[in-house]
């Protein structure tokens, strides 16, 4: 037993977090920043962050990631980061020709009170931004919220800093992500093209950190929003922002700065939540639906009827970040599947309440949690007074998943141990049928594993 | 060195690697990128702040103090009193492999426990919150330790987790709870989370039981923790011959063996970055010498093997450890003669850690391979240059404010293992005892050593001399295989090992063998790419088979 110290009896915690189902904001902005093109992430504060943020992103990618640090010491804690961050521009520009840094802060330099916006406005007064060069930055506190903040809070620095709106609207709708993977990324574009609408995605992390073996390190690769492109999003004539938590902040700031109306819808996870993207997409860009994209969902639909015997009434626990638990617990539903036990660790009442009311009208009796405490640990309790027959999240869930020897889908963030996340979309009828696909797989593999002999099944 | 005749003069390598920094930044990184004379040892700056905004390896004192030394212990519940990041990324990402003995036996290595600072607890105090998840995790699971370590907020806000530690260790009387004051700013990489740790383990564990341990030649194994099994391979070793392992620091260890450290008759020391104040401490306070040796390579675990005897001075231990070098060896042999002739001549680079760049150097040397530039990621100039340097070094701001414990000669378990003219004698016969000649006596002249190599430094190193294989940790390898060389990871192995003792060597011959000679490494180009390819805009008989 891995995790033998896991009981049965929960007792409420205050002060424990035990197996967090969250990690800290600045690796969202990190991610975040890595999604636009010539970014370099810098992270404000001691080494320490940014070596942990550029290895757990590196784990999940297998890829290069880049990001500078300020590597504070002491002095720096005590007096301040401003010198640190002026002498990190200068040596960035100078070693690694960057168009933009991306700055973030730490826990450090928030407890401290380091203030980005002067500081980068110092910068600027003092000629240390190249012509044509940018720094942005975003406060990112991990005494707050989770790594979904960070990815939420950069998002929002990027549109403020960069969306311009002249009088010209440009036929473009913004689309911007929420955390999701490059290849859900890619997934949003190819279905964009197939609509024939001429989208602005930002972030965009495809082509970045699924970059080719070509021999050479290209420490710029050629994917991520170009400046020029950020800077049009505030011409554009509509935003739609995929995830409440990661994307709508973002969605928000361009409403406010350039008068971009938007509508935030659920990332496309699974049937209906493509649905209403698919719906949203055809109706703000005034196309009709290909008829490549409603067959896709057919096949989509089919492979839902055949196989609905596997699927039907099979309890699942989840755990993971709001804007994917939404729309994945949603599709279990439609799968008729039951979705047992949920945990985020992430706070906030727009998710918990989103989620109450999808739970209130389909599933009142699965537990549901977020914030704080609502930690792997209870999800592992919960597990084990009300058992399931398939957990879904991200690698670390395999602890659990081996003592209680229940089947396990890799998902969310960070996967460290698995390929795949990074090529193959979740997002989409095609990234939902992929998703069905590994459901089957897991629950049939099981149905194999277990089966008496004389119930061995060739054709299922 | 045979490198000498291919590649350009290290002095001209030194100034490329430099010349794209602003003036001060290059001038400062001139003095960490030296020239090797392995006669006279020229001079590294080492254990130096990194210069902002560089891409550098290093991480925090956090990473060294909870994450390195602390982390492997299976026993205690490490308590990260932070806000949630710095519990989540050190939760088994290091992979301190522990066995334990069954199934009722204590092990929270699987476990991630934080205080998840909030906004309050930063503005109000933390204290409150820590002791309370102090009081959770003892009603929970009863531990015989918790350790709690401090992140960077904590010690700017002012929560005193000592005084918070001793209340909690007072109240509860049967558990253990101490604090670490690891905040990542303190030093200037995670070297200083190693001192700090040490510290602790030494004020706060090492002396708690003092039940004489059973055996005739007992030791501590310092610096070793247990990574992809390492710890696994020594332990096999010394059972076999008979040595007794009193405690490991920190590789599958448990609080009770660190409490009775002090019965052991002798410390030996592998990574001497991490671990070395606990030597000394360890020896000015109970008499135990310590003695430097090295597990990696089969070479050095045989030379490893025999200074211990020697130490021990026993013909019976001799005896056995040369009977089980002529039972081990032919294997080893057997396997390293097979691969050599595909190794030899091929060149390594190794950048990473406070000891491992200069271990695995021996591992290579027994593929044939030449390191042709090494450094390390936060060691000091005393392990490039060897201990003798001591007195010489200059100690900075940064290292100033990290606590050096005064340690007296304790009045009643002070007991010298050996007099001074024994120790003289042993020092006499070749053995690193209390000592430590550092990384660049072993390597070739002019070879390069490079101390907190950054990212652009790297691959400028690449570019020029084009390496058969490149050593450093995880955020360095995609981009060094980005460009068409291996990786090996020597923090984690590639989760493979152990690569320690004679199975390791073993392992790492074959993994090394795997890695540079890969097919893959040739299948970078498509057909259509490489030279004289005609990527479709050919004449001729293809051309008839185009539709359109
Ligand atoms: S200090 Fe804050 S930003 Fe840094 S790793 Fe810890 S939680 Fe994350
Ligand atoms: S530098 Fe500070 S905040 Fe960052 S990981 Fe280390 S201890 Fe945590």
Not at chain 1, 112 to 123: E, F, S, V, Y
Not at chain 2, 384 to 397: F, M, N, S, T
Not at chain 2, 479 to 504: A, C, N, R, W
Request: hydrophobic share 35%; proline share 5%.
């Amino acid at each position: 037993m891995l995790l033998r110290h896991t009981s049965k009896e929960v007792k409420e915690r205050e002060g424990l977090t035990i197996n967090p189902a969250k990690t800290c904001q600045p690796i969202g902005a990190m991610y975040a920043a890595l999604g636009i093109h010539g970014c370099l992430p810098h992270s404000h504060g001691s080494q320490g962050c940014c070596s942990y943020h550029r290895s757990t992103l590196t784990r999940h990618y297998k890829e290069p990631v880049m990001a500078a640090t300020s590597s504070f010491t002491e002095g720096a804690s005590v007096f301040g980061g401003q010198a640190n961050l002026l002498a990190a521009i200068d040596t960035i520009f100078a070693v690694y020709e960057p168009d933009i840094i991306a700055v973030h802060s730490t826990c450090l330099s928030e407890t401290i009170g380091d203030d980005l916006q002067q500081i980068t406005r110092k910068a600027r007064d003092d000629g240390k931004i190249p012509e044509g060069k940018h720094v942005i930055f975003a406060s990112t506190p991990s005494f707050i919220g989770s790594h979904v903040t960070g990815y939420a809070n950069m998002l929002t620095g990027i549109a403020e800093q960069f969306a311009v709106s002249t009088s010209a609207k440009k036929n473009q709708i913004n689309i911007i992500a929420g955390w999701m993977e490059p290849s859900d990324m890619r997934e949003i574009k190819l279905l964009s093209k197939k609509l024939g609408i001429k989208i602005v995605l930002f972030p965009d992390t495809s082509d970045v950190l699924d970059a080719p073996q070509s021999g050479k390190h290209v420490f710029y690769p050629k994917g991520g929003t170009t400046v020029s492109e950020l800077q049009s999003t505030g011409d554009s004539l509509f935003s739609i922002a995929l995830g409440a938590i990661s994307a709508e902040p973002a969605a928000i700031a361009l409403e406010k700065k350039c008068k971009v109306g938007f509508e935030t819808l659920d990332i496309p996870i699974g049937l209906t939540a493509t649905d209403r993207f698919i719906m949203k997409m055809s109706e703000v860009a005034n196309v009709s639906v290909p008829d490549e994209i409603t067959e896709e969902r057919g096949r989509l639909v089919d492979v839902m009827a055949d196989m609905e015997q596997y699927l039907y009434g099979k309890r699942v626990a989840l755990f993971g970040d709001p804007d994917q638990l939404l729309p994945l617990t949603e599709f279990l539903l439609d799968l008729n599947m039951k979705p047992v036990h949920i945990v985020s660790g992430t706070p906030g009442q727009r998710f918990e309440k989103q989620m109450r009311q999808l739970l209130d009208e389909r599933s009142p009796e699965t537990n549901f949690r977020n914030g704080l405490q609502a930690d792997m640990f209870l999800l592992h309790q919960w597990m084990k007074n009300d058992p399931v027959d398939l957990l879904i999240g991200n690698t670390y869930g395999k602890y659990m998943a081996r003592d209680e020897d229940v089947p396990f889908i890799r998902f969310g963030f960070p996967i460290l141990d698995r390929i795949g996340h990074s090529y193959f979309p979740n997002v989409g009828y095609s990234g939902s049928l992929r998703l069905v696909e590994k459901i089957l797989s897991a629950i049939m593999d099981r149905q194999d594993r277990d089966a008496l002999e004389e119930k061995f099944e060739l054709v299922m | 060195m045979e490198a000498n005749k291919i590649y350009p003069d290290p002095l001209q390598v030194r100034e490329e690697l430099i010349q794209r920094y602003p003036s001060k930044v290059a001038k400062k990184r001139a003095k960490s990128i030296i020239v090797n004379d392995p006669e006279i040892i020229p001079e590294v700056q080492a254990n130096v702040r990194t210069v902002p905004g560089i891409i550098t390896q290093r991480g925090c004192s956090y990473a060294g103090c909870k994450g390195v030394v602390l982390g492997p212990t299976r026993d205690i519940v490490n308590i990260v009193h932070g806000p949630i990041g710095c519990s989540f990324y050190a939760w088994l990402t290091r992979r301190n492999q522990t066995r334990t003995e069954s199934l009722m036996d204590a092990n929270y290595i699987p476990y991630c426990f934080s205080t998840d600072m909030q906004e309050e607890n930063v503005v109000f105090g933390g204290e409150k919150k820590l002791k309370i998840a102090i009081q959770e995790a003892y009603d929970l699971f009863h531990p015989k330790s918790i350790a709690i370590f401090s992140t960077c907020p904590v010690g700017l806000i002012g929560d005193d987790v000592h005084a918070a530690s001793k209340e909690m260790r007072e109240k509860f009387g049967d558990c253990n709870v101490f604090g670490f004051s690891c905040e990542g700013y303190r030093g200037v990489s995670q070297s200083a989370g190693h001192h700090i740790a040490n510290n602790g383990v030494f004020k706060h564990m090492v002396g708690r039981n003092n039940t004489p341990s059973v055996g005739k030649f007992k030791l501590n194994l310092l610096g070793e923790y247990n990574i992809g099994g390492d710890a696994f391979e020594i332990e096999r070793i010394f059972d076999k011959v008979g040595i007794t392992l009193v405690s490991s620091f920190s590789g599958n260890s448990t609080v009770s063996q660190i409490e009775n450290a002090h019965t052991a008759d002798l410390n030996v020391i592998l990574c001497h970055r991490s671990i070395n104040y606990m030597g000394d401490m360890m020896e000015t306070k109970y008499g135990i010498p310590w003695m430097k040796v090295n597990f990696v390579g089969a070479d050095s675990t045989v030379k490893s093997l025999r200074k211990i005897a020697e130490y021990f001075g026993d013909e019976e231990l001799k005896a056995k450890v040369e009977e089980l070098i002529a039972e081990e060896m032919p294997r080893v042999k057997a396997i390293i003669e097979e691969i050599l002739p595909r190794t030899t001549g091929k060149t390594a680079m190794l950048f990473v850690g406070g000891s491992r760049a200069h271990h695995y150097q021996d591992l290579f040397s027994e593929l044939g391979m030449t390191t042709v530039a090494a450094g390390y990621e936060f060691a000091h100039r005393d392990d490039y240059e060897g201990r003798d340097v001591l007195p010489k070094i200059k100690v900075d701001a940064d290292s100033k404010n990290i606590e050096e414990l005064k340690v007296l000669p304790d009045p009643e378990l002070y007991n010298p293992r050996k007099t001074e003219a024994e120790l003289e004698a042993l020092k006499e016969k070749g053995l690193e005892i209390n000592g430590y000649s550092g990384m660049m006596k072993q390597m070739t002249k002019k070879s390069l050593v490079v101390d907190d190599l950054s990212h652009y430094e790297s691959e400028k190193l690449i570019e020029i001399y084009k390496p058969d294989i490149f050593c450093a940790g995880i955020k360095e390898k995609y981009v060094v295989q980005k460009m068409g060389i291996p990786l090996k990871q020597l923090h984690s192995y590639d989760y493979g090992g152990p690569y320690t003792g004679f199975e390791g060597a073993v392992n790492f011959y074959k993994d090394i063998d795997r890695m540079v000679n890969n097919p893959v490494w040739k299948l970078i180009k498509a057909p259509w790419q490489k030279a004289g390819a005609t990527n479709g805009k050919s004449k001729g008989l293809e051309a008839s088979y185009v539709t359109q």
